[in-house]
Every structure is written in C-alpha cells, then in structure tokens.
C-alpha cells in the first residue's frame, strides 16, 4: 500500500529565506508525485507534478521539486519565500498506469512567513 | 471553463439528518473523485467515478454514505442519519484520464453536525 510522510507539521520562515517542505512516499513502484497548497477554506491546487522524465520539477510560483528515487523523497523548494507563501501544503502519490487516479495524500505542513 | 464547483459551501445540520452535496466537474472531465477532510489533516480518498461507473468506494465510505454520478456529468454525495464524526469539509475533485490523472479540486463542502 502506498503512503506518504511529511516531515513537520509546521515550517515557519522568514520572509526572503529558503523554504524547505519535506516528503518521504512508500511504494513498490515510484508512483507519480504531486504538491497541492490549500490555503484557508479553500480548495487545494496544484502547485507541482512529477511523473517521468526530469527528476527535478518547477512549478508555479517559484517552487521546485527534486524526485530522488534512492532516498524515496519528493521535497519542496523555494530560494525565497514571500508572506503570500503562508498555507498549508500537501505531498500526494497516485498509483502509475489505469489503476491510478486516487490520490493519497500526506497530513499536511503548515508554512508561516515572518516579515 | 469555470472550473470545479461545489454546493452548497456550508452546510449546519443536526445529528440524525441526511445531508446531499453537488459537484460540478470541468465540463470535459470524465473522472470525477469525492475526499473528505478533517480538521488539521490531509483529504482521505472516499472514491472515484469515471463517467458515470463508480469504479472504487474507500472502507471509510461506510453504508450512511452514497455517491451518485447520473449520466456522467454532475455528482451527488448523501449521507444518512448523519453523526458528529461526519463534520468535515467534503472536497470533489476532476481529472481527464490520462498519463497522470491531474486533479482539479473545487472549494470544497464544510459540513458541521451540532
């Protein structure tokens, strides 16, 4: 069965440093990686995906991630954060070829940004 | 394209009631899924259909709950004789079948059971 860690239920960061949200997944097979942000009473949406090629990806926003299969890790990145960055995050698998669709996601990391 | 959309947004009811909740889906998606989410918590996977075949329930839809999808557009979710455990914002989201399945979530349902 597959699932997924978030490393730190809260991140708080200052406002123009490094933003670093972590995601461990367990699975047979690599599945396809994504990070959702949801911000208050809202949906979620899609910020990056990864699903073959590149193992680095770029997002919206600035964001970035790096899929390391030897480390089954999909971590978040951004060179500088910015007080509208403030949201919860989500790290989410979904199962390769047609059985796939369901994504199962992880508890979420709150990011706080500090002026 | 206006996106996903959900109704009602809010939705207070008392213990015991049965509630229904719509999901318009991205007029050209065929995949249709319902998550649910509580409190401090990532959405949980309730289940999916693909055009109107309700292809996987997860355990957690226990037999108060049911999902519809007539003539594959639109989607119903009902519960019966609701419970406080129930509170939680209920998410649908849409997808195209394809290589990765983006989903497309809309505002989501917050149900509160006093």
């Known amino acids: 069965a597959q699932s997924v860690t978030q490393l730190g239920s809260h991140v708080s960061v200052s406002e123009g440093a490094l933003v670093l949200l972590r995601c461990n997944y367990s699975s047979s097979v690599p599945p396809y990686l994504f990070w959702y942000v949801q911000y208050p009473n809202q949906g979620l949406q899609l910020l990056l995906k990864?699903?073959?090629?590149?193992?680095l990806v770029k997002g919206i926003n600035g964001f970035e991630a790096e899929f390391k299969k030897s480390e089954t890790s999909f971590h978040l990145t951004k060179p500088s954060a910015h007080m509208s960055d403030a949201a919860e995050y989500f790290c989410a698998v979904s199962a390769r070829g047609n059985q796939g669709g369901k994504l199962i996601f992880g508890q979420g990391t709150e990011l706080s940004v500090k002026p | 394209d206006t996106g996903v959309s959900q109704n009602p947004r809010h939705k207070i009811t008392k213990r015991g009631q049965n509630v229904t909740f719509r999901c318009d889906p991205i007029s050209e998606h065929n995949r249709l899924y319902w998550y649910r989410q509580t409190l401090g918590q990532g959405p949980e996977f309730l289940t999916y259909?693909?055009?109107?075949?309700?292809?996987?329930k997860s355990r957690l839809l226990s037999d108060r709950f049911s999902a519809e999808r007539p003539k594959g557009s639109f989607s119903t979710l009902e519960i019966q004789r609701t419970e406080q455990g129930d509170s939680a914002m209920y998410l649908c989201?849409?997808?195209?079948?394809?290589?990765?399945?983006?989903?497309?979530f809309g505002p989501g349902t917050r149900l509160t059971v006093t």
């Open positions: 990864y699903t073959t090629g590149a193992t």
């Open positions: 989201a849409s997808s195209l079948t394809g290589i990765d399945y983006e989903q497309y």
């Open positions: 259909f693909q055009n109107e075949a309700q292809l996987e």
